[in-house]
């Protein structure tokens, strides 16, 4: 397994919720930055969820509202709580860290689908 890895991904209803998770390995868990991004195909990866320093958070103007980003210092878990999921939300998710300015660390990435 790599240093960061996500699991929780699957197919939900539009409308439904999805719980994402994501364990990092010593040393590569960060209170500096934590991160989520996704990426649908033909498109750029782009930031969903960002939670930093002292547990400021911030989301893309698309999931506001709907997501909740939050870590559990301890346990070294990032989460990625998804509600009233819709189609456009279908994508491969991201765990990201980066623990300082010049290095960051990815996961392998977790296929969520929004489909009825």
């Known amino acids: 397994q790599g240093p960061l890895v996500e699991s929780g991904g699957g197919l939900v209803q539009p409308g439904g919720s999805l719980r994402l998770s994501c364990a990092a390995s010593?040393?590569?868990?960060?209170?500096?930055?934590m991160a989520w991004y996704r990426q649908s195909p033909g498109k750029e990866r782009e930031l969903v969820a960002s939670?930093?320093?002292?547990?400021?958070?911030t989301y893309a103007e698309s999931v506001k509202g709907r997501f909740s980003i939050s870590r559990d210092i301890k346990k070294k878990q990032l989460y990625l709580q998804m509600n009233n999921v819709k189609p456009e939300d279908t994508a491969v998710y991201y765990c990201n860290s980066k623990t300082t300015p010049q290095t960051m660390y990815w996961g392998q990435g977790t296929q969520v689908t929004v489909s009825s």
């Open positions: 939670i930093v320093g002292g547990g400021t958070t």
């Open positions: 010593e040393g590569i868990f960060s209170v500096y930055v």
